[in-house]
């Protein structure tokens, strides 16, 4: 009886510090990503107003990620380069936007200011090119 109560016994420590080490080790981990990579903002102040570029081509959009910040309005001005391709069209759904960009012209699209931790998807008007921008 008491051989049991000891087997049971030591699962339950090894149970309990594999389970302590697990969530040490994420903690670790996920201060790591949060301190160690610096979020880097791909805005850029003009004239007292926070603007963030991006091109549009026939071969999609670049950059088709953007940091930018929270809370307060960002302008973005977005290129469109020899193309006559979904990408000449932008949207934000969840902001009700939807913008024809000029041939070989450019387009500033007023993003109200979002809080952070928000995550908005542009899309080209075909869906297949998307330009995700995260809030912080
Ligand atoms: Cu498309």
Redesign the pocket.
Known sequence: MSKYLIVAFVILIIGFSSFFVYTAVRGKNNSESQTGNEISLDTYQKDGKLYADITATAA?FSPNKLNLNSNTEIILRAKNINNY???S?IRIAKLNILEKLPYNGEKEIVIPPQPAGTKLIA???????TIQMNFY
């Open positions: 999609g391709s979904c990408t069209v899309t080209c008007s075909s869906g297949a090119n």
